[in-house]
């Protein structure tokens, strides 16, 4: 049985006449809520981060990202479903937010995730799949990690799993950084056949829009972003904070362009560690990242 933690949303109110601010118009999620709009539900966890010996603080992230978000300007309706606790029961804490994706996304409403580490990517996609059984899906991530190892369930396992598991599925990641990635792990990807890019051939050539046309095809798809793919003098707060990432430009232009596809049906943002961060800098860009997605959006 999933526990659902309920978020209060405050900030600050130019107007008292106008909503205008993300406090003033997100309200409760219920079995009433209206198709075509947004649902944010959080993912409290980082049992996969410590189980992949990780620095763990990401079972905060839901929390604090939805602080960062609530004074943001916004005047459409949007609704937020509350965040599943996880604890060491990994595997259930998944399934459990999985239950929560597919109920939403049967509603034909739009996800969108607060992680928790980046094992939250599995319990996504268990939601996804259950919505869609038969449909030919891809799975687009902004990482400088693979997540490919074979071993217990963690946050560094979940694309293996579930390549392994379903073959219905593509994977497509950019920003792949070599001194992140052993061979083996290369060598993974190429025995599952998935199409990566990285950081360099992603800043150098035209490789994400290339992406975002194969993207197209597809029957459905869902997005991850983990904040460890940003370099780390703008997101300090995460596992694994990466030199080389993409910068906060870079990463708010292609979340923008992510968000106009319109197979799109979810889209996550993980690994923020909010005891590991410096003046809320990775929770503050992961709530501009997310009211990007919202604003560049053209219909949920």
Not at 27 to 39: L, M, R
Not at 50 to 72: E, H, I, W, Y
Not at 120 to 125: A, I, K, Q, S
Not at 235 to 250: D, I
Request: charged share 25%; glycine share 8%; with cysteine.
């Amino acid at each position: 049985m999933k526990h659902i933690e309920h978020h209060t949303f405050t900030g600050r109110t130019d107007n008292p006449d106008v909503k205008e601010r993300v406090h003033q118009v997100i309200s409760q999620w219920s079995e009433e809520t209206p198709a075509g709009v947004p649902v944010f539900i959080g993912f409290r966890s980082d049992e996969g981060v410590r189980r992949n010996k990780g620095r763990t603080g990401a079972f905060d992230g839901p929390v604090k990202v939805r602080q960062k978000m609530a004074s943001l300007p916004y005047t459409e309706p949007v609704y937020d479903y509350g965040s599943v606790v996880g604890d060491e029961d990994l595997e259930s804490s998944q399934e459990a937010l999985g239950e929560c994706v597919r109920e939403v996304l049967a509603c034909d409403q739009f996800p969108l995730i607060i992680g928790g580490g980046h094992e939250t990517l599995y319990g996504h996609y268990l939601g996804v799949r259950n919505a869609y059984p038969d449909k030919r899906i891809a799975v687009v991530n902004f990482d400088a990690h693979f997540d490919l190892r074979d071993e217990r369930p963690s946050s560094g396992t979940m694309f293996h799993q579930i390549l392994s598991e379903d073959r219905n599925i593509d994977y497509h990641v950019l920003g792949i950084q070599s001194s992140g990635n052993t061979r083996t792990l290369f060598d993974t990807a190429d025995a599952l056949g998935v199409h990566y890019a990285m950081m360099d051939e992603v800043r150098s050539t035209d490789v994400y829009a290339r992406t975002l046309s194969k993207l197209s095809k597809y029957d459905a798809v869902f997005g991850t972003l983990c904040m460890d793919s940003v370099q780390q003098s703008v997101a300090p707060g995460t596992s694994m904070p990466a030199q080389n990432g993409y910068t906060a430009q870079e990463i708010h232009g292609m979340v923008a362009q992510l968000a106009k596809l319109s197979n799109l049906v979810s889209f996550d943002i993980s690994e923020v560690a909010p005891a590991l961060d410096t003046d809320d800098r990775t929770s503050s860009l992961a709530a501009s990242l997310f009211h990007t997605f919202m604003t560049e959006r053209e219909t949920f």
